[in-house]
């Protein structure tokens, strides 16, 4: 039986750990959010859609008043950004923070390095990350919707929080980088080749089908950290890269999480429902199952290299080259690798 990953380098780990590495959350408002739904509430409120300026520029003027005076209540000066490109925001909040300090306020620090080296119990770490409650951030973003932008009140539907990009990681905390470094030098080269098609369709739980045309590849990268896999599927896929040389990092990723399917209740127009397999519904609440599923396909993953970090393969056939075998009723001496004469022949000498 194939020893997995961990167990192979249970020495040199510290422990392990998942958790949503990035959720990028987007809120609409479903009573004006599209053409049919503003074209409702003009028909409703007796107003013609070529009023729309007349009717938009009192909001307009609420939510730029109301920003200024919870600025100024708070101290802060509103900076107006031109140059996105070249502005980036961990910058210029690290400067704030350097002359207000680090404690609560309309400027929460942010911290660009995510990853946790060392954890003096993995376990409750692990509870803590599966304790995400979507009803408690439900609550949170709603207050600061409203905080903010009170003219959400207007509207009698609210907002609608639909999840845009997702991240799920599988943290294998090594503990040192002398440990990890050669380790993820080679599976990731390995992985770069070994990881085909059907094998990145096997990892995400999806079977591929022949009239899929959408991206469906790998890409390797080397950056000032080191190296970064990542296995493309259209808007999904998985990567592996190291942060801090200490942590081993397999993520699943998705800029549509209707790609992932679950056994979920399916209401129908006509009012019926019935439970079966469908696509996962980009409501926050949705976080709990999409969990499961991405940390499933990092296992799916993490086995998978399990096989690639086995180095019994390559022994298996060095000993094959090294056997005497007979063929023909004639023996043959196995190749003697160790010896100097076939490493001068290898040469050309």
Same mark, same amino acid.
């Given at each position: 039986?194939?020893?997995? /990953?961990?167990?192979?380098?249970?020495?040199d780990?510290?422990?392990?750990?998942?958790?949503?590495?990035?959720?990028?959350?987007?809120?609409?408002?479903?009573?004006?959010?599209?053409?049919d739904?503003?074209?409702?509430?003009?028909?409703?409120?007796?107003?013609?859609?070529?009023d729309?300026p007349?009717?938009?520029?009192?909001?307009r003027?609420?939510?730029?008043?109301?920003?200024e005076a !919870?600025?100024?209540?708070?101290?802060?000066?509103?900076?107006?950004?031109?140059?996105?490109?070249?502005?980036?925001?961990?910058?210029?909040?690290?400067?704030?923070?350097?002359?207000?300090?680090?404690?609560?306020?309309?400027?929460?620090?942010?911290?660009?390095?995510?990853?946790f080296v060392?954890?003096?119990?993995?376990?409750?770490?692990?509870f803590?990350?599966?304790?995400?409650?979507?009803?408690?951030?439900?609550?949170h973003?709603?207050?600061?919707?409203?905080?903010?932008?009170?003219?959400?009140?207007v509207?009698?539907?609210?907002v609608?929080?639909?999840i845009?990009?997702?991240?799920r990681?599988?943290?294998?905390?090594?503990k040192?980088?002398?440990?990890?470094?050669?380790?993820?030098?080679?599976?990731?080269?390995?992985?770069?080749h070994?990881?085909?098609?059907d094998?990145?369709?096997?990892f995400?739980?999806?079977?591929?089908?022949?009239r899929?045309?959408?991206?469906?590849?790998?890409?390797?990268s080397?950056?000032?950290?080191?190296?970064?896999?990542?296995?493309?599927m259209?808007?999904t896929?998985?990567?592996?890269?190291?942060? /801090?040389?200490?942590v081993?990092?397999?993520e699943?990723?998705t800029?549509?999480?209707?790609f992932?399917?679950?056994?979920?209740? !399916?209401?129908?127009?006509?009012g019926?429902?019935?439970?079966?397999m469908?696509?996962?519904?980009?409501?926050?609440?949705?976080?709990?199952?999409l969990?499961?599923?991405m940390?499933?396909?990092?296992?799916?993953?993490?086995?998978?290299l399990a096989?690639?970090?086995?180095?019994t393969?390559?022994?298996?056939?060095?000993?094959?080259?090294?056997r005497p075998?007979?063929?023909?009723?004639?023996?043959?001496?196995?190749?003697?690798?160790?010896?100097?004469?076939?490493?001068?022949?290898?040469?050309g000498?």
């Open positions: 039986m194939q020893t997995s /990953f961990l167990e192979r380098h249970a020495e780990i510290l422990g392990v750990y998942s958790c949503f590495d990035r959720i990028i959350i987007q809120g609409t408002l479903p009573d004006i959010a599209h053409a739904a503003m074209t409702q509430w003009f028909f409703t409120h007796k107003l013609r859609i070529f729309f007349e009717w938009a520029k009192p909001y003027e609420r939510i730029r008043s109301h920003a !919870v600025a100024n209540k708070a101290g802060i000066q509103i900076e107006f950004i031109r140059k996105i490109d070249s502005f980036r925001k961990e910058d210029r909040i690290a400067e704030i923070l350097s002359k207000r300090g680090e404690h609560p306020d309309l400027v929460p620090f942010t911290q660009v390095e995510n990853a060392n954890i003096s119990d993995f376990a409750k770490a692990q803590l990350a599966d304790a995400c409650d979507p009803a408690f951030l439900y609550r973003m709603e207050q600061a919707a409203r905080r903010y932008c009170d003219v959400i009140g509207f009698p539907s609210g609608h929080w639909s845009m990009q997702l991240e990681a599988t943290n294998i905390v090594f040192s980088h002398d440990v990890l470094a050669p380790i993820y030098e080679e599976i990731v080269r390995t992985l770069s070994a990881v085909r098609p094998t990145l369709t096997m995400l739980g999806k079977p591929l089908d022949p899929y045309e959408g991206e469906l590849g790998s890409k390797f080397t950056r000032i950290e080191g190296h970064c896999l990542r296995h493309l259209g808007s896929g998985l990567k592996i890269y190291d942060k /801090f040389g200490r081993l990092r397999i699943t990723f800029n549509d999480v209707t992932f399917k679950h056994y979920r209740k !399916v209401e129908h127009r006509d019926t429902a019935c439970f079966k469908a696509s996962v519904r980009k409501s926050i609440f949705s976080l709990p199952p969990a499961e599923l940390d499933a396909c990092n296992r799916r993953y993490l086995e998978f096989a690639v970090d086995d180095p393969n390559a022994l298996d056939t060095i000993q094959k080259v090294s075998v007979r063929q023909e009723g004639r023996s043959y001496r196995g190749f003697n690798l160790l010896f100097r004469k076939y490493h001068l022949t290898a040469l000498k």
